[in-house]
């Protein structure tokens, strides 16, 4: 989740099993891909889990679930980060970033949070490659633990 309170602290995202929280972010990717709704094939990447900030890791931890999509055509992908920029919101997330990044390309970037499933999305454009992509980063809050259970990572 961004920042968008000035503060590091990522918020809570609940209690969870690893794999429970990991399959949890997969059903948040895809909502996201069928936002995108043009066809196209999406990298067959699972998600991963990380620390939580500066919390006990044998307690907390967050999920990760990188991936990209690929569109059939790469002309497809031309105004998808409009769209989805306006589509995102009527769907719980609340854009909080959005703009080309700071690469010599200019490639436009998108940051958007839900609060009620605590997970962000930074999605980049990259539309100057070979084979234009889009590139996701889906994230969660930070999740804790049941008691006795210790963080799975994978």
Not at 30 to 38: A, P, T, V
Not at 66 to 87: I, T, Y
Not at 110 to 128: G, M, R
Request: hydrophobic share 30%.
């Amino acid at each position: 989740m961004s920042a968008a309170n000035n503060s590091d602290e990522i918020p809570t995202a609940g209690t969870s099993t690893s794999r429970d929280a990991a399959d949890t972010a997969e059903k948040v990717s895809s909502e996201i891909y069928d936002l995108i709704g043009i066809k196209g094939k999406a990298s067959d990447t699972g998600p991963g889990v990380k620390e939580c900030g500066d919390k006990d890791p044998e307690k907390y931890f967050q999920i990760f679930h990188k991936w990209s999509f690929s569109p059939a055509s790469a002309s497809q992908l031309s105004g998808v980060m409009e769209r989805l920029k306006s589509e995102l919101p009527e769907h719980g997330w609340k854009v909080v970033d959005h703009g080309p990044d700071t690469s010599k390309n200019q490639n436009l970037s998108l940051t958007a949070d839900n609060d009620a499933k605590k997970h962000s999305v930074n999605i980049a454009h990259f539309a100057k490659r070979s084979s234009p992509k889009l590139s996701l980063m889906v994230v969660s809050g930070c999740y804790q633990v049941p008691d006795g259970e210790k963080v799975e990572r994978f």
